[in-house]
């Protein structure tokens, strides 16, 4: 059972920005798909973005798009989320996924939360205004 250990969130003003990262909490010799959703109180879970294993696939929601950028060093096993330009209604509780994919599967990402095999346990973002 992988564990995802996500670190990077806190409280930061309107403007700000904070790079997110996620890493299994063993190293791990898998090939993983990963992405990032977020989940602020009262709605529901949102996709923001995912990345395929090899790097060469990315995807980033419309509603951060040019502010956020994911990315990853597979030879740390981490995969980031750089989010600029902060706004308050990007507070949430920002959770990143993994889908272990075959080696076909390099450029393999998903876009349901359905699709991801391991989750962490999130980490939290607040923007003020």
């Known amino acids: 059972q992988v564990q995802l250990v996500e670190s990077g969130g806190g409280l930061v003003q309107a403007g700000d920005s904070l790079r997110l990262s996620c890493a299994p909490s063993?190293?791990?010799?898998?090939?993983?798909?990963m992405g990032w959703f977020r989940q602020a109180p009262g709605k529901e879970r949102e996709y923001v973005a995912a990345?395929?294993?090899?790097?060469?696939?990315?995807y980033v929601a419309d509603s951060v798009k040019g502010r956020f950028t994911v990315s990853r060093d597979n030879a740390k096993n981490t995969v980031y989320l750089q989010m600029n330009s902060l706004k308050p209604e990007d507070t949430a509780v920002y959770y990143c996924?993994?889908?272990?994919?075959?080696?076909?599967?390099?450029?393999?990402?998903?876009?349901?939360?359905?699709?991801?095999?391991?989750w962490g346990q999130g980490t939290q973002v607040t923007v003020s205004s």
């Open positions: 990345i395929s294993w090899s790097g060469g696939r990315t």
């Open positions: 063993e190293r791990t010799f898998s090939r993983y798909a």
């Open positions: 996924a993994a889908k272990d994919v075959p080696p076909s599967g390099s450029l393999w990402y998903g876009s349901s939360a359905e699709w991801y095999n391991y």
